[in-house]
């Protein structure tokens, strides 16, 4: 068990250091833009916004990924309060940081949970908005391990997290 926990450390550090080796003014910008969208600021306002001024029709969708966001946050916040991992660039050396030095712990990360615990709910109950959605969510997690504050590993149990929400709580809404 040791030699594949060793295996995957290396490979989340390579992968992070490959990711987080990258530059460019252009590319490091629209990461940095672009992460804010699994920010709780814009997370919560958006749903807000949705739940009290959208439509009728989009009041259970809405519902359904503030949930959603709620319970993966709250599971999010246990996880990094249990696991305790330390974020990469207090232990690696090399690393970029492009942007705010977050003082919580790293893994999972909030704002790959959060952005795939709204784009899930959203792609089951709007399907044409699936690929726009996910492929958004995917964007936002990557921009995690761009700008230096999380591994590879990090963003991929925030989406796992996130997705199950989502997934959870679209049925749900479905069931209506």
């Known amino acids: 068990m ?4 060793a295996w995957i450390r290396r490979q989340d550090e390579l992968w ?62 246990l996880i990094k309060r249990a696991v305790k ?34 784009a899930v709910p959203y792609s089951i109950l709007f399907p044409p908005f699936a690929p726009a959605l996910l492929a958004a969510a995917g964007l936002v997690a990557l921009s995690r391990v761009v700008l230096g504050v999380h591994y590879p590993t990090d963003i991929a149990a925030g989406s796992l997290l996130g997705t199950g929400a989502g997934i959870f709580f679209a049925a749900i809404a479905q069931s209506f």
């Open 85 to 118: 991992r330390i974020r990469p660039f207090q232990v690696l050396t090399g690393v970029r940081v492009h942007g705010f030095r977050f003082k919580d712990h790293s893994f999972p990360s909030g704002h790959s949970t959060a952005a795939f615990s709204l």
């Open 2 to 5: 040791s030699r594949a926990r």
């Open 16 to 77: 992070f250091h490959y990711c987080n080796s990258r530059s460019e003014a252009a590319f490091v910008r629209f990461f940095q833009m672009l992460t804010h969208l699994g920010g709780a600021r814009f997370t919560v306002v958006l749903q807000l916004v949705l739940m009290l001024a959208g439509p009728p029709s989009l009041f259970r969708p809405a519902a359904a990924a503030s949930l959603s966001l709620g319970a993966s946050h709250l599971a999010a916040v």
